[in-house]
Structures are given as C-alpha cells and as structure tokens.
C-alpha cells in the first residue's frame, strides 16, 4: 500500500516521508542533494532536512563530502534478510557459478518486483559481454528474458493489466505493441523459455527459462549473450537443467 499523501503529493505520515525520501535512490541516482531530496519526494525543504537528518543518524543515509546523500549500509544489512535474498539467492549461487563456468556467458537470477524484473543475482566476467542488468537492480518485464518469463506465468489478468499500460521502448528492437508481446508471452510458456532479441541492449540477445514450484514461476534463469553465441537448443537444456537444480534445493530447505 501506498503512503498516504496529500492532495499536493506529499506523504503524510513520518513513514511515509522517510519511504519517500529513500524512493528518490536508483541505479541513475546514487547520490542527491538535499533540494533534489525534496524535489523528487515532492516534501517542503524543511520537512525533507528533518527527514534525512533522521535516516543519516539511523544509518540508513549517509552524507558524503560533496554534501550529496547516498543510501547506507544500514539499508543493505536489512535487505539481506528478506527471503529473496537469504533463501533463493543462498540456495542458487552454486547452481549459477557452474552454469556461469559452463556457457562463459551472463548468469541472470530474477524474481517479479512490483511489476517489474527485480535481479536477484548476475554472474558474469571478462569472457562475457556488457549488460544493462545488475544485482539489485530492476528493468522492465517486457524487454527481457527473465521479464518474459515471470509475466509469462502470471495470471490472464495480471498480464492484461501489464498489456493496458505504456510499454517503455529500451532499443528500437522492444515490443511496445501489445498484440505481438501477448502473442509471445503464449509461446514463450508454451515452450518453457522466453527468448528476447536486441530489446534491452544493442547487440545482445538472452535465453530464460522459469524456475517453478508447485507450477508458480517464483523466479527466472537466463543467460544474456551477444547475438552470435546464442545457440538457443543448447542455452535452453543446461538453463533447465540449472532451474531444475535450483527448485530441488529450494525444496530441500522445506
């Protein structure tokens, strides 16, 4: 649930500003003045001062010497509790680093995020190329193969509801018509793996396959290569084989 706000936009509760002043952070925005915390939170300047004085102490921000804030570590220790990342992200690394070792190319590990493709986790080195995805960080469900694959196994009203609103265009190769992406949301769960080609990044094509429970997708596997390394048949079998490995260790913690 949202914070309640006024008819300005503010928050209204303490909580509620505290959520939106650290909202303003993002892969883009790492680091913000207080008059952009104020901005971008829609919180008067001395509102949004008590605020970050407030989550500074409680080690939540932290103030470097060019007087920009930046998320603290306060921040990351909490995270490391919720289940994504002490349950799945434990339980699938191994599987990851061998599937990593084996294709040489980008590991991805994502979950769904408030509409989105939250990663997990992403294996990659020198021998693999450069992406747009990160540990931590979210891009969108449409553009991806991961993405393709948690909407894929959603319900027909979740995916109706994603269909009904803008699709963001990443590369010129993103499907932002609604009729093709549903068309291939159906044949990407028909099959069991989704396949995304140049849509996020220039050059570079990814393979994913569902990690599934009890028929649920709770998260999605994929390799991101360019063009040229994607032998689907292949990228297909050993991620299976990876999703299979990393259901029966999810399971062995029940």
Known sequence: M???????GAPISSIGRGI???????????ALTLSELSEKSLLPMSSTHRVVAELVAG?????????RYRIGTRVWSIGQLAPVSDQLRHRALPTLARLYE???????????DRGQALYVDRI?????????SRAGGHLPLHTTGVGKVLLAWQSPEAIEKYLSRPLSR?????????????????????RGYAVARQESTAGNGSVAVPILRGGRCVAAVGVVAHLTHMDIP?????????????????????
């Open 2 to 8: 949202s914070p309640a706000r006024t008819t300005a």
């Open 20 to 30: 939106a002043v650290l909202g303003c952070f993002n892969e883009r925005r790492r």
């Open 59 to 67: 080690g939540f921000l932290v103030r470097g010497s060019d007087r």
């Open 102 to 112: 084996e294709t040489g190319e980008n590991i991805t590990l994502a979950v769904l």
């Open 124 to 132: 990659g080195g020198e021998r693999s190329v450069h992406t747009a």
């Open 170 to 190: 990443t590369t010129p190769y993103s499907i932002v018509d609604p009729v093709k992406l549903k068309t291939e949301l159906v044949e990407t769960k028909t």
């Open 234 to 254: 292949r990228l297909v079998e050993v991620l299976q084989q990876a999703a299979d490995s990393i259901r029966k260790e999810l399971e062995d913690d029940h």
